[in-house]
Nanobody
Framework: VQLQASGGGLVQRGGTLKISCATSELVWNINDMGWYRQAPGKQLETVAN???????SYANSVKGRFTITVDDPMNWMDLQMTDMKAEDTAVYYC??????????????????WGQGTKVTVSS
């Protein structure tokens, strides 16, 4: 299974851009998905995450500007980015975590990562 990120590109400061991530085949046991980004010369950071229950969390730097959404069964994910800033410039990577439940609870089994899509915000 591969994750395929798309939608990156050049956007003006204050503009809007949506990036997407899709699985290469149907996967039924994805439990959470998220977006991470790495700006030039900086470490990878979490942008947003969403669980199967629909609970989403965001980095403080993007809260109120970015919205993460997924389909059911969590094989497609979007990140709607608004009011974009120069500091949003980065390569964005999508992530999916898959697992199953046994009598003891949830068991994490796989991490899937996309190849990254570059987002550049011009000033």
């Amino acid at each position: 299974v591969q994750l395929q990120a798309s939608g990156g590109g050049l956007v003006q400061r204050g503009g809007t851009l949506k990036i997407s991530c899709a699985t290469s085949e149907l996967v039924w046991n994805i439990n959470d998905m998220g977006w991470y980004r790495q700006a030039p010369g900086k470490q990878l950071e979490t942008v947003a995450n969403i669980s199967r229950s629909g609970s989403a969390s965001y980095a403080n730097s993007v809260k109120g500007r970015f919205t993460i959404t997924v389909d059911d069964p969590m094989n497609w994910m979007d990140l709607q980015m608004t009011d974009m800033k120069a500091e949003d410039t980065a390569v964005y990577y999508c992530y999916a975590g898959a697992g199953d439940y046994d009598p003891s609870g949830y068991v994490h089994l796989h991490d899937y990562w996309g190849q990254g899509t570059k987002v550049t915000v011009s000033s």
